[in-house]
């Protein structure tokens, strides 16, 4: 019971980012075709927001509701769940190496600054103090995520009925 209250919990936690990345999603669309190497990371970025909302119909209309959900349901989750974990854990990855190398993050950031040219008007402190701030919001993000999916999993198997039709 308590590991459905912190489900619930981690599910509206995730629910803004779900919401922040369908928007970017709708955006940045036509530049991503424009833009191949955008598409994968878009592609992932989509795949969160499914997977936050497909779990999140799953919580609200399979346990709440206690309604049949059927197969699509599950695919849906299940494979979106996917990709969503190799995002968090590429996530995770990349934000403890830059927490930890600071001096990447320096080199970083003295890139950007350089290629942006004369119209970057932030200084360098603020922006590397920005970067840092950024990388751990998204390391707690992705270790939420990563959290969630794996309790996501779980109940697929522990409420496997749920996805199958009524009339069974």
């Known amino acids: 019971m308590m590991k459905l209250t912190i489900y619930r919990i981690l599910s509206f936690l995730l629910l803004p980012m779900a919401i922040l990345f369908s928007i970017a999603i709708l955006l940045l669309i036509r530049a991503a075709f ?9 592609f992932l970025i989509a795949c969160i927001a499914i997977y936050t909302f497909a ?14 959900l059927g ?5 849906w989750l299940r494979v979106n769940a996917i990709a969503s974990t190799v995002f968090s854990l590429l996530m995770i990855t990349q934000c403890t190496i830059f927490l930890m190398h600071p001096e990447m993050l320096q080199q970083i950031t003295a890139q950007a600054k350089e290629n942006a040219g004369a119209e970057f008007k932030m200084n360098k402190a603020d922006f590397e103090n920005y ?3 950024t990388s751990y919001f998204f390391l707690v993000y992705a270790i939420v995520l990563f959290i969630h999916i ?9 409420y496997a009925y749920l996805f199958q ?3 069974k």
């Open 55 to 68: 779990s999140l119909n799953f919580l609200i209309r399979g346990f709440d509701g206690k309604k049949f």
């Open 71 to 75: 197969k699509s349901s599950k695919d």
């Open 34 to 42: 424009a833009n191949p190497a955008m598409l994968l990371p878009l």
């Open 150 to 158: 794996m309790l996501s999993f779980q109940y697929l198997k522990k």
């Open 165 to 167: 039709n009524e009339k």
């Open 131 to 133: 970067i840092r701030i």
